[in-house]
T-cell receptor, first 113, second 114 residues
C-alpha cells in the first residue's frame, strides 16, 4: 500500500519563476493538505483540498494556489517566486471528518536562487 | 488564534535515559493533539495522538497525556535509544472537514548518544 508520494524530490528555481509541485495521496484518502516547512521551523499550513475545492487556507498570499483532481491527487503552484519561498513543501492526506490523522509525504525541497 | 509551544533548544541524552519534551497549547475549542516525528531527509510520521481530555496516546514506548487543565501534552519515554534521534513536533487539530489544518510547534531536536 503506497503512502503519500510527492514529486519532484528537489527543485531549484530563480526569483520570479513559477513552480508546480505534485502529490498523490495515500490509497483511500480523499483530502489533501499542503504545508511549508522553513529550515529549523515547524510546518505551516498553506491550504487543504477536498472534493476538488479549497476548503481551508492558511496565511499565505495568492501567489500560492492549488488544484485537486478527480483521482484526489493535487498540485501546488507558486508564482513569482521569492527567496523566502525556499523551504520543504509537505503534502499530507487523510480521510475527511473526525480526527483522522494526516499522513505525510517526504516532501519537495525547493531552493530559490 | 490557536498555537503550540514546545520547549526551546535541542535535547541531548545518553542511551537509556528518561525523555520529556514539553508541549503546551492555546486553543479556542477542544482540539485533538498529536506528536509527529521527522527523521533526517524524511517527512513527518505520526507518533501518537489523543482526541479528548485525559486520553493517553502511546506508541513505541512513547506516551503523552492530554491535560486540559494545564493545556499540555508532554511527550515522555522511559528509556531512549540512539534510533530515537530525530525532530519531534507537537501539533493540534480540530475534528471535522472544515477544520482540518494541523497547527505545529517549532519542533524539538533530540540527539541520543550511545
Amino acid at each position: 500500500d503506497a503512502g503519500v508520494t510527492q514529486s519532484p524530490t528537489h527543485l531549484i528555481k530563480t526569483r520570479g519563476q513559477q513552480v508546480t509541485l505534485r502529490c498523490s495521496p495515500k490509497s483511500g484518502h480523499d483530502t489533501v493538505s499542503w504545508y511549508q516547512q522553513a529550515l529549523g521551523q515547524g510546518p505551516q499550513f498553506i491550504f487543504q483540498y477536498y472534493e476538488e475545492e479549497e476548503r481551508q487556507r492558511g496565511n499565505f498570499p495568492d501567489r500560492f494556489s492549488g488544484h485537486q483532481f478527480p483521482n484526489y491527487s493535487s498540485e501546488l503552484n507558486v508564482n513569482a517566486l521569492l527567496l523566502g519561498d525556499s523551504a520543504l513543501y509537505l503534502c499530507a492526506s487523510s480521510l475527511a471528518g473526525g480526527s483522522q490523522p494526516q499522513h505525510f509525504g517526504d516532501g519537495t525541497r525547493l531552493s530559490i536562487l | 488564534g490557536d498555537s503550540v509551544t514546545q520547549m526551546e533548544g535541542p535535547v541531548t541524552l545518553s542511551e537509556e535515559a528518561f525523555l520529556t519534551i514539553n508541549c503546551t497549547y492555546t486553543a479556542t475549542g477542544y482540539p485533538s493533539l498529536f506528536w509527529y516525528v521527522q527523521y533526517p531527509g524524511e517527512g513527518l510520521q505520526l507518533l501518537l495522538k489523543a482526541t479528548k481530555a485525559d486520553d493517553k496516546g502511546s506508541n513505541k514506548g512513547f506516551e503523552a497525556t492530554y491535560r486540559k487543565e494545564t493545556t499540555s501534552f508532554h511527550l515522555e519515554k522511559g528509556s531512549v535509544q540512539v534510533s530515537d534521534s530525530a525532530v519531534y513536533f507537537c501539533a493540534l487539530r480540530y475534528g471535522g472537514t472544515s477544520y482540518g489544518k494541523l497547527t505545529f510547534g517549532q519542533g524539538t531536536i533530540l540527539t541520543v548518544h550511545p
